[in-house]
């Protein structure tokens, strides 16, 4: 059974920090393209980060500088540092995995991020 937990959103205050994780399960994660999105009520989901099997990464504009994705194959987990947190990030935060080649995709149940003072 494929299954995708984030963990460690919070309510955090302006200039914080918050790190979310992503543990995957029953798929060869090593394998997925890993991805964080985000969607705010009222808006579209958002891709905010993305990292490849071979680990390298993107950002979307709003986040560059302040968010860094990064993976450990070996734990079977991804994870998003993000730093001088800002209102307009609060969201539910999501885990995305994707192997195009396949046509698979997976996604997380989602954790809340909120951003305020």
């Known amino acids: 059974q494929v299954q995708l937990v984030e963990s460690g959103g919070g309510l955090v205050q302006p200039g914080g920090s918050l790190r979310l994780s992503c543990a995957g399960s029953g798929f060869f994660f090593n394998l997925y393209i890993m991805r964080w999105y985000r969607q705010a009520p009222g808006k579209e989901r958002e891709l905010v980060a993305v990292?490849?099997?071979?680990?390298?990464?993107n950002y979307v504009d709003s986040v560059k500088g302040r968010f860094t994705i990064s993976r450990d194959n070996a734990k079977n987990t991804v994870y998003l540092q993000m730093n001088s947190l800002k209102p307009e990030d609060t969201a539910v935060y999501l885990c995305?995995?994707?192997?195009?080649?396949?046509?698979?995709?997976?996604w997380g149940q989602g954790t809340q991020v909120t951003v305020s003072s």
């Open positions: 990292i490849s099997r071979n680990g390298g990464t």
């Open positions: 995305n995995a994707d192997r195009p080649s396949l046509g698979r995709t997976y």
